[in-house]
């Protein structure tokens, strides 16, 4: 702005008056015109952002991390299985670089979802200073839609938990191994087994799934909002695909160390 | 419509000026009718306060009829009081019973800061419509009204976003004291209109910019907006000037 | 004393020609030229926009806290424009013809075609600003007819039309502010036009937030700050309405014109009782299917339903079979009151009468089950239905209406009465907007101009608008060209401080009093006064009483009002106080003018002057004029005159029989 005041009034000395009106009613415009990465994602949207497309990426990772997971449940219906599925998958999953290099990305994510998340969680409270003393309460908004900070911080407790329980011993400390096929690899499956046989695991990871649950509850549909989906049409599909994503992927989970400690996976 | 009289408890917030720390003083006032209006309640304790020698309290208000704009109270936990897409003034006493306890609040964010009692400051919402919400064109430069036939429904959608009275009621109600609501409505109701087009992408970056300063916070999307605001203006707004900033900062030229 | 300044030649080429041969200043010139507009209503932010556009110096001031609060924001309605979009003959000459018959011929035929001509631009400038008005399904702007006219001319924008207008000019100002053309004073009050050499050249203002006094310089000072009806203290009005900037030019010099003539809106809620604080209009769209009746016997207290069809009186209908519930404002306001005053009131108060639409409603529904082509439906059916259409047509005055009173109109009779709504007097301007005191201008509702004794639905944001876009930008270069030598003037001068220092004395004065009676108080005697002897009928001992009355108020005000707090500080009480004082004098010289005027005409009903059957009787040979008043000194004015020639219309007797 200031630069173009200067050249404005350097224009005045020179030229023609109507000439210069054109001029300045075409340069004074206030608006800006460029923004850079760096703005962009400082911005109170580009936050956001950063929490809606790290959460889209979260969630299609718990598909996945669901879908591997599941295989434990082939040893109910095949007698002689006995986790072979699931540490297959597991296995899979842990050699292919692709899905290594993967996994990086999902690390990087999931800190950046975490970082960004306590971030914006202090930005935001900072924007008031003087409380309330009757506070708005639900009145329109739902409680875990404005807790998300606090369901955040139980996911990650537990993600410490679960990491020390199963990423840790696979990746750094050594795990059991199991050969099939003449192929060695980490008996997962009987990891599960000994960590789900004590109750106060089983609860906790009832707990964190029930904070996941509500927390997808609306990050989902958030998500979507933040980058920027506003049809009625399609705001209310994602919702209700919100809401159902956010019941049935914990419920599956959950039923996993349930199914364990109550015997019925063997 | 029955009517009744009524005493009720105030606990109310007295603040001298942006400097005061402020406190809550406690009123009791009798005689209400059923049929006054939130305000005007507040007139008769002004009045009696006036008459005993102290200082009445200060609030903002003018049209009365829900459409200026300027009247602010959080009350009982809620801008404009219990009633839905209402604003204090169109609030009545109905609303309450005798004997019942009202904790009235001024506005609460650091954008809008208190100048007495239950008045705040809101020219940061000027500011941010000095970023871009408006339309550059001079008086004069017009072609006739007709000559851009605009969809219905998108004259419609735009008519709603620009239903906002700039309350600042959706500040007010959001955790994170955020403005989107009332930017998304202006950038809203420009963005659906052909004549909005050609500064669309700079209207809105420029926008958000100005409100990042004014010290109001991010949308979290939780809706207390969309539920306190007398207009109804619609979430969905947010999730449009989201997809507008993203639009403008992915197209951007550097 | 008055020159109106009218253009010569033909009406038609008036505006054409004075546009053409009007004096421009140079674009380097516009930079060194101040302006200072108080207000930032319709009128105000319109002319802040254009002359910031053009390049002027503008300095803006509102009491509110955001020119986006004025009190435009709450009309309803529409804007009148001639576009003839709908083919069916309208044209600039019928909406000045309307306009001109409208208010009982007492406006000038020049401004009045002025405004006609420029209401089509306005709707373009709203449109390409992005004001969005209703549309039809093939995109193009949708009318809809209003105020008793034949052609559909009105443009709304749902019904909030003044909320969008003034959103659209808002935006626009603001758009100069940005630009550094306008700078924007908010919660300032005006309480003085300074005076230098004869010219106005700037304002003493008053900062609300911490009481402190501002002097501000401008080449010429522009006053947009709305009408005074307000001084009735329950008005239609915002509560900050007030007069008290037109009040300050007018005692520096500028006549203030026709103050009697106050427009009585038909359609509002009724007073609920003495907490009253201020009155809603509900749209006068409504009449176009409700019917308005009260019982026929005197001090019926059943409730409406019990009420059979044949002790009812639909009076409109009665009286004025030609035009029914559909006849002008001013008529069917008396005729509510007339019927109240003779003890056929309804509601708790006795002072409202029903507006009904249980009529419409079965009518609508009897419509949609044809359309529906259902046989054999039961009455309930047919009710539901036709509520649903009333719903879609109504539903927010309905709702509004349940808000404040607490009854469902769609169950029971809305219960409505006339309340005061817009002061067609103002300050007297000649064709370029400018008052009697050099360099001071006077824009939209503030002024007296283009509505004669009565306004059209319609017509004020079309007016506002008109004043702030298309007229100001021209007439005011015509003044301005000639001050461009004239150096800015420091605020030091003695003429800043003499002003400032009446200020300053006044209210020390009036924090001095330290009575016991609050401002509030003074009003509200002071509005029921008003109400009752210079409202929607008038007689000579009324109004001759009324000023004994405000005269004896006023003494009374000045040395026993109670003001709270302090004058360094934000003070409401004090403001107030200062805009009740105004209004106790502008009250006294309405009713001066309304003595003055023993005819009846628009607004203003005398009741000396009406005919055997009780309508209104205009009296052309002696008061075909515009009454100016000259503030001379403490209740003492002098008439001025300002014939009014009529040379393309001939006036005629108003009939709605």
Known sequence: MLIWNRAKILYIKKINWHLCLIFAAISSQPILTSMTWKQVFSSSIGRKLTMGLTGIFLITFLIVHMGINACMWAAVYFKDDHGEMFNKAANFMGSMVVIRIIEFGLFFFIFLHIIQGYMLTVYNRSKRAVGYAVDYGSKGSKWYSRSMGLLGTLILLFLIIHWLHFWIPSRFTGVEEVEYNGVKMHNMFALMQTTFQQLWVVILYVLGCISLGYHLAHGFQSAFKTIGVHNKRYQTMLTGLGYAFAIVVPFVFAMMPITMYLGWVK | MEHYNMSLHLKVWRQNNSRDKGHFENYKVDGISSEMSFLEMFDVLNERLITEGKEPIAFDHDCREGICGMCSMYINGKPHGPWKSNTVCQLHMRAYKDGDTIVVEPWRANAFPVIKDLMVDRSAFDRIVQAGGYISVNTGNAVDGNSLPIEKDKADASFAAAMCIGCGACVAACKNSSAMLFLSAKVAHLALLPQGEPERKKRVVSMVAQMDKEGFGACTNTGACEATCPKDISLSNIARLNQEYLIASLTADK | ?657
């Open chain 3, 1 to 657: 004393m008055l020159d109106a300044k009218i253009p010569a030649g033909p009406l038609d080429d008036k505006w054409t020609d004075y546009k053409g041969h009007c004096k421009l200043v140079n674009p380097a010139n516009k930079r060194k030229l101040e302006i200072i507009i108080v207000g930032t209503g319709l009128a105000g932010a319109s002319a802040a926009a254009s002359l910031g556009e053009l390049g002027y110096k503008v300095k803006a001031f509102c009491f509110q806290d955001s020119p986006r609060r004025a009190h435009s924001i709450a009309a309803q309605g529409g804007i009148n424009a001639a576009k003839n979009y709908q083919n069916d003959g309208d044209s600039v000459f019928r909406l000045f013809y309307d306009t001109i018959k409208g208010g009982d011929y007492r406006a000038r035929e020049s401004n009045v075609h002025r405004l006609a001509e420029v209401s089509a631009n306005i709707i373009d400038q709203c449109v390409a600003q992005g004001v969005p008005f209703a549309r039809e399904y093939g995109g193009m702007l949708s009318n809809r007819s209003f105020g008793g006219t034949q052609v559909q001319r009105t443009f709304y924008a749902a019904g909030q039309t003044g909320q969008q207008l003034l959103i659209g000019a808002y935006q626009a100002l603001e758009r100069q502010v940005a630009l550094g053309n306008v700078k924007m004073y908010t919660r300032h009050e005006m309480l003085e036009v300074v005076m230098i050499d004869g010219k106005a050249r700037g304002i003493i203002a008053r900062n609300l937030v911490n009481g402190e006094l501002e002097k501000h310089f401008g080449h010429a000072v522009l006053l947009c700050t709305g009408g005074y009806g307000n001084v009735f203290y329950l008005s239609t009005n915002a509560m900050g309405s007030n007069v008290t900037a037109a009040w300050k030019a007018h005692k520096q010099g500028a006549a203030f014109a026709n103050p009697c003539f106050t427009q009585i809106h038909p359609t509002c809620i009724p007073v609920s009782g003495d907490h009253q604080s201020k009155l809603t209009l509900m749209s006068e769209s409504l009449r176009n299917d409700g019917r308005i009746w009260v019982p026929k016997k005197q001090g019926d207290n059943r409730k409406a339903t019990d009420i059979p069809e044949e002790e009812r009186d639909y009076y409109l209908e009665r009286r004025y079979p030609a035009f029914g519930n559909l006849v002008p404002r001013d008529v069917a306001s008396r005729a509510a009151k007339e019927r109240c005053d003779a003890g056929y009131g309804v509601g708790t108060s006795k002072q409202a009468v029903y507006l009904d639409f249980a009529a419409a409603i079965e009518r609508y529904g009897k419509t949609e089950v044809g359309k529906l082509g259902k046989d054999n439906v039961s009455q309930e059916e047919v009710i539901e239905l036709g509520k649903e259409v009333v719903k879609e047509k109504y539903g927010n005055l309905f709702d509004m209406y349940e808000k404040i009173t607490g009854e469902n109109p769609y169950e029971v009779a809305m219960r409505i009465y006339p309340a005061v709504h817009y002061t067609m007097g103002g300050l007297w301007v000649d064709y370029e907007l400018q008052t009697t005191v050099p360099g001071l201008y006077c824009l939209g509702e503030a002024n007296f101009s283009d509505h004669g004794a009565n306004r059209l639905g319609a017509s004020a944001l079309m007016q506002g608008l008109a004043d702030g876009y298309f007229v100001i930008p021209y007439t005011i270069g015509n003044y301005l060209a000639d001050e461009i030598y004239s150096k800015a003037i420091s605020t030091d001068h003695p003429g800043f401080a003499q002003a400032e220092k009446e200020v300053r004395d006044r209210i020390n004065k009036l924090m001095s009093i330290k009575g016991k009676q609050t401002v509030e108080s003074f009003h509200k005697r002071l509005g029921k006064i008003m109400w009752d002897k210079c409202g929607m009928a008038r007689n000579e001992e009324g109004l001759t009483q009324a000023i004994a009355e405000i005269q004896a108020l006023k003494k009374e005000f000045w040395s026993d009002v109670k003001i709270p707090g302090s004058i360094n500080e934000m003070n409401p009480e004090l403001d107030k106080a200062g805009r009740v004082a105004d209004f106790i004098e502008l009250g006294e010289l309405m009713c001066k003018d309304a003595l003055d005027r023993n005819e009846s005409c628009g607004g203003h009903f005398r009741e000396e002057s009406q005919t055997p059957e009780g309508e209104a009787m205009r009296d052309d040979a002696n008061y075909m004029y515009v009454s100016a008043w000259e503030f001379k000194g403490e209740s003492d004015w002098e008439l001025h005159k300002e014939p009014l020639l009529y040379d393309v219309v001939k006036p005629s007797q108003r009939n709605y029989k």
